[in-house]
């Protein structure tokens, strides 16, 4: 009786993610244009770079390796990857299209044909498997040019230049695509504003201001992204995503859980407040004030995020955080990734993300009881290193239990009540990490032989993990 209640709904969509720039290389193929990730060094320089203010967009090969600029070479070997794809089982496949191989500086009035007609080879391969593809529009590869000469999204010119690309995606795949989502992990920017909106603050004193206008802007963009979407493909699904990690007290003292609570509306649901209510939270006016954010909103700008609410929500999904009003010196940065203190009944991956399956569900309810719109977990995995052994097998016993716990946590979600519609794993396949640009930190059911400093032959290899995911999509998350 129990488990019919826990079953995963008919027609969920099981599969894997991925970002362009972090497995098709071929980063100045067919006429592609270099974005942001073309010019970010490997290795641990990258978290510096990407948090301190004043980088210069330039690639020096005499001091840095570029791991993005091959990364894993889907680009030439998509029909092989798509296959080991299919032999899971994939329900669904999330991919995003790199801008600068459509409009190679992101201002160009035509596209790049030769940019266009790769997409169209990889859809039509997934569909020659039944995949259904889900398309992020932008991940962290903003055309460099737009970063150069416009200052990235600080400047509202983008929400044209962006119109311009979502309508021409809409219009080229409009009979290959329905999920789509328009900007990757949205809220993440205040925190990383050169991943999302390509710039990097001058200083601190601005990051706030600058980040929140940019979010302004996208805000708009992706509000008539989904008027074209509709307009074009009236089918279509198109929805926002957050990087969404639940906020804990760390006690019960009052003025901590009031820290946790302002912490995580203004990170985990201003941007969801304004892309599926349509409209900025109450909150919100307060929190600006008090950062002497003054935001740059034309006449029709709310009226445009207001008409036009995403469908979904995809997110993802790698850890909670917990808070702490006052923080001593050792306190602070020894939380996770996006702050907070380190939570003393967690453990960290060798990365240091906490992991936290419960946390999951927690987030499930919560977005599901604020917005009430389908959810879609399109990032969670664990980030490890793996071995070969002697005999050529990978035994990453370690990704299957973090996997099966977070999918149990999906299973309790859904027997409270929540509306989700499918689990696209991080990085099914190896690939360059965002923050770091290293390939040992592998999420990958399939291995692929690629190494930090460059070296390794490309050949794929199916890890137990593999096999394992492949019987939990057979069995609709029946065996874990
Ligand atoms: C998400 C990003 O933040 O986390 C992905 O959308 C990224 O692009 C993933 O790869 C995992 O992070 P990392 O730094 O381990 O690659």
Redesign the pocket.
């Known amino acids: 009786m129990e488990k019919e209640t826990k079953r995963f709904p008919e027609g969920f969509l099981w599969g894997g993610a991925t970002?362009a720039n972090?497995l098709e290389g071929a980063y100045n193929e067919d006429k592609k244009g270099l974005n942001l990730a073309d010019v970010l060094p490997g290795g641990k320089v990258r978290l510096e770079i990407i948090s301190n203010p004043g980088f210069d967009f330039e690639i020096d090969e005499s001091k840095y390796y570029y791991p993005n600029h091959e990364a894993i070479d889907f680009y030439h070997r998509y029909k092989e990857d798509i296959a080991l794809f299919a032999e899971m089982g994939f329900k669904s496949f999330r991919l995003s299209i790199a801008w600068s191989r459509i409009y190679p500086n992101g201002d160009e009035m035509t596209p790049n044909e030769k940019g266009l007609e790769f997409y169209d080879k990889v859809f039509d391969e997934l569909h020659k498997y039944g995949i259904e593809p889900v398309v992020t529009i932008s991940?962290?590869e903003t055309p460099l040019h737009l970063i150069k000469e416009y200052g990235g999204w600080r400047n509202r010119k983008l929400i044209e230049l962006f119109e311009r690309y979502a309508t021409t995606l809409f219009k080229r795949y409009k009979d290959k695509v329905k999920y789509w989502m328009t900007f990757?992990?949205i809220n993440?920017a205040t925190h990383l504003p050169i991943l999302g909106l390509g710039f990097s603050p001058k200083n601190e004193d601005v990051r706030l201001q600058e980040s929140f206008q940019g979010l302004h802007h996208q805000f708009v963009a992706s509000a008539l992204a989904v008027k074209a979407g509709h307009e074009i493909i009236p089918d279509s699904k198109i929805g926002c995503m957050l990087?969404f990690a639940p906020v804990y007290s760390i006690d019960a003292n009052p003025e901590n859980v009031m820290h946790a609570l302002r912490e995580e509306q203004v990170f985990n649901y201003l941007c969801g407040d304004v892309q599926v209510r349509g409209e900025y939270p109450a909150f919100s006016k307060r929190y600006f004030r008090e950062n002497g954010i003054k935001l740059d909103i034309h006449d029709g700008d709310l009226e445009l995020i207001k008409q036009y609410p995403v469908d979904y929500i995809g997110f993802?999904y790698?850890m909670s955080r917990t808070e702490k009003k006052h923080k001593t010196e050792e306190e602070i940065g020894a939380g996770n990734l996006i702050g907070g203190v380190k939570n003393p009944f967690l453990k960290a991956s060798e990365?240091g993300w906490e992991i936290d399956p419960i946390g999951l569900r927690i987030s499930l309810n919560q977005l599901y009881n604020r917005y009430k719109v389908p959810l879609f977990i399109v990032?969670n995995g664990l980030?490890a290193i793996d071995k070969i052994e002697e005999d050529g097998s990978i035994n990453d016993d370690y990704r299957i239990n973090y996997l099966r716990e977070h999918i149990k946590a999906m299973a309790e979600a859904i027997d409270d009540g929540v509306d989700l519609i499918g689990f696209t794993s991080?990085?099914c396949i190896d690939l360059v990490?965002?923050?770091?640009g290293e390939m040992s930190?592998r999420y990958g059911y399939i291995y692929v032989d690629k190494h930090d400093d460059g070296s390794g032959t490309l050949e794929r290899r199916r890890k137990k993990s593999f096999y394992w995911y492949k019987d939990v999509i057979s069995t609709n998350g029946e065996t874990l």
């Open positions: 970002a972090q991940h962290y990757n992990e993440g990087i993802s790698y990365w990032e980030g991080w990085g990490s965002a923050s770091t930190k």
